[in-house]
């Protein structure tokens, strides 16, 4: 068993400090790269709004090619649940990205647009999986969706080109 100055170490004691010297030297190690970090991604963010903007109407393209966005709506709208709650996240990164009055207002507009057609879909249970809710009614759920489709064109056309 080992000894100290004051007599024997007790392995539970021994844990103990071992277990504390592993928390200390881990933390020290550690305790400025978190908020390094952030700051380093939150002044790249702030210094490059131009990239933010692109990000955004890249995303809106690709959101333009999804089925959910080019098929017929009456018939695709049981698939689109996903398709539809990542187009109404990027309503907000919209909002954010946009620069100038007048795009402002056109991104806006075809937000509360997106916002208003992700409304009616969630209403009208569109959105559930199979089996949980109601049926969804087609001639509700359709039409919410080719709005969607509309908003979202218009949503990306308000970036320009």
């Known amino acids: 068993m080992p000894v100290s100055v004051r007599g024997p170490v007790g392995p539970r004691l021994r844990l103990f400090l ?3 010297a592993a928390v200390a030297a881990l933390t020290a190690g550690c305790a400025q790269t978190p908020q ?3 700051n380093a991604a939150q002044a790249s963010r702030d210094a490059s709004p131009t990239a933010q903007r692109a990000d955004v109407v890249d995303k809106l393209t690709v959101f333009g090619k999804d089925e ?3 098929q017929d709506a009456t018939r695709v709208y049981p698939q689109c649940a996903r398709f539809v709650r990542e187009v109404a996240n990027a309503t907000v990164a919209a909002r954010a990205a946009a620069h100038g009055p007048a795009e402002q ?3 806006t507009a ?3 647009s997106v916002d208003g057609a992700v409304d009616r879909l969630t209403k009208g249970g569109c959105l ?4 949980q809710g109601p049926a969804p009614d087609p001639a509700v759920c ?3 969706l080719a709005s969607l489709q509309d908003a979202l064109r218009a949503l990306r056309s308000a970036f320009g080109s």
């Open 36 to 38: 390094t970090s952030s």
């Open 18 to 20: 071992c277990g504390l």
């Open 128 to 131: 559930l999986p199979p089996g």
């Open 68 to 70: 959910c966005a080019t």
């Open 110 to 112: 075809a937000a509360n």
């Open 105 to 107: 207002a056109a991104v």
């Open 142 to 144: 359709g039409p919410a």
